[in-house]
């Protein structure tokens, strides 16, 4: 079908790095403190180095609108206020963008120089945005062949827009000069499906150095989309990733429902799936070299102190060999940062996919169906519960009733949660059985677990139940 449709796309991801910012040392937090200072900006376009003003900025200028910055003193600087000239680029971050470019088989470049790239809607102060190019002419293997990674970028993040007028957009600080990594494919994708999947390997790449921020808007996907008969349109603003399909479908539709051939132009995702225009399509006139950084050298030396990390998938695969578990439970794990062999190691006497269990499908459990907040718990909380397990002062059956007491702050009394000896539990179940007469195995075994609670694990109980059956 997309082939029919003369269909092309190509995605770009952006990610946030952790750690400090790109160009001062304030934090990456980005924190929710209150406001404790303010400044407010006119903002206009400058001709770029092909000496004509971008198309895009022309448009955001003829909105007139005055820009409102505000932020709390601890988390920004005279850099993001543009008050200050920008501090050497953060290295650390600059090695991430290199460690990226490897894993994606990409030529790091000889020299970054630093770029400005013209944005007036308010969104940077400085009334550009600091770019840089690092890797060219990568490529992945997907399952639809090869896909070419033209360029990685290291640039700075944009500030968080709070609240729109006809006049003025006011605008919060903290997120701006985040170090933001701008990963970008060629038009080879096949269809949506192909975009979606490009768009979960690149993630997983991203995610398997452990040095970007993980949450809510720390990555963004933008999907360059055509037909034949239509043209150009980037989508910005996916809710995720399994939106990405339905709303490059829609797009389609769209285009083929147009009468006259529009011209590109850049397009904000909506949650229903539809997108609405943004601005025209940018070009090449909005950039001009930085006169406030230098150019950076990429000695050999560099780049091969920079080692490529094992990607998740292989690690993954990893986990599950060495510890016998579950997909599943290896890619909730590492996608939690849960050391797991420190717990393996530490509580041998477990099964390790009773351990994966505890550690990953109890705290959903309480989640979902208790309706608990697991924010609280903490690794002593899960270590001091499997030590009790693995003593065997506690049945497993008891480990979801005592997490739930920790997760709410409340005490817990090991006492009550003692496991039953062998006589106790046969006792309390020939009782049961001999006051219930006829009862089935299941209704039984509702009554045992009722009367025992978290004293006899079910496979014990079982057990005992079928032998006096």
């Not at 697991?374 to 499997?386: A, G, H, P, R, Y």
């Amino acid at each position: 079908m997309s082939e029919d449709l003369g269909f092309k796309a190509g995605l770009e991801i952006h990610q946030q790095l952790d750690g400090k910012k790109l160009f001062c040392n304030c934090s990456a937090m980005n924190s929710s403190k209150e406001t404790d200072r303010c400044t407010h900006r006119k903002l206009r376009a400058v001709v770029g180095e092909t000496g004509v003003i971008d198309v895009a900025a022309a448009h955001e200028m003829t909105k007139g609108k005055s820009f409102e910055y505000s932020s709390d003193h601890q988390d920004t600087c005279l850099v993001e206020f543009d008050e200050e000239p920008p501090h050497d680029v953060n290295k650390e971050h600059l090695a991430t963008a290199i460690m990226v470019s490897k894993l994606l088989n990409a030529k790091i470049v000889d020299e970054v120089q630093i770029m400005r790239k013209i944005v007036v809607d308010g969104s940077n102060v400085s009334g550009f945005q600091r770019s840089m190019l690092v890797g060219i002419n990568g490529e992945i293997e997907t399952s639809k062949g090869i896909v070419k990674i033209p360029t990685i970028l290291l640039e700075e993040e944009a500030a968080q827009k709070l609240t729109t007028t006809d006049k003025t957009v006011s605008f919060k600080l903290d997120r701006l000069g985040i170090a933001l990594l701008e990963v970008s494919t060629d038009a080879s994708l096949k269809d949506a499906e192909h975009v979606k999947e490009v768009a979960e390997y690149l993630g997983m790449i991203l995610r398997s150095t452990e040095r970007v921020k993980r949450g809510l808007g720390t990555i963004r996907q933008d999907v360059n989309v055509s037909i034949a008969k239509g043209y150009r349109v980037e989508i910005k603003g996916f809710q995720d990733l399994k939106s990405i399909p339905k709303v490059i479908k829609k797009e389609i539709e769209r285009q083929q429902g147009e009468k006259e051939k529009g011209s590109p132009h850049v397009r904000k995702a909506e949650a229903d799936f539809s997108s609405t225009f943004m601005r025209p399509m940018p070009g090449g006139a909005r950039l001009y070299p930085e006169t406030d950084v230098l150019p950076i050298r990429i000695t050999e030396k560099f780049k091969k102190s920079i080692g490529a990390p094992m990607l998740l998938t292989e690690r993954t695969a990893e986990l599950e060999k060495k510890y016998g578990l579950s997909d599943v439970h290896a890619r909730e794990l590492l996608k939690q940062g849960i050391d797991f062999t420190a717990f393996a190691k530490t509580h041998s006497k477990i099964k390790s996919d009773q351990i994966a269990k505890i550690l990953i499908d109890t705290p959903k459990d309480l989640k979902s169906r208790l309706k608990i907040d697991i924010s609280k718990l903490s690794t002593e909380d899960f270590n001091e519960v499997l030590s009790k397990l693995s003593s065997e002062e506690i049945s497993k059956d008891a480990v979801t009733d005592i997490l739930a007491l920790k997760a709410q702050g409340k005490k817990v009394d090991y006492t009550s949660f003692k496991q039953a000896d062998s006589s106790e539990i046969e006792a309390t179940i020939k009782k049961i059985v001999e006051s219930k007469p006829g009862l089935n195995a299941g209704a039984y075994m509702g009554l045992v677990m009722k009367e025992l609670g978290g004293k006899v694990d079910g496979k014990t109980a079982m057990a005992v139940l079928n032998k006096l059956l």
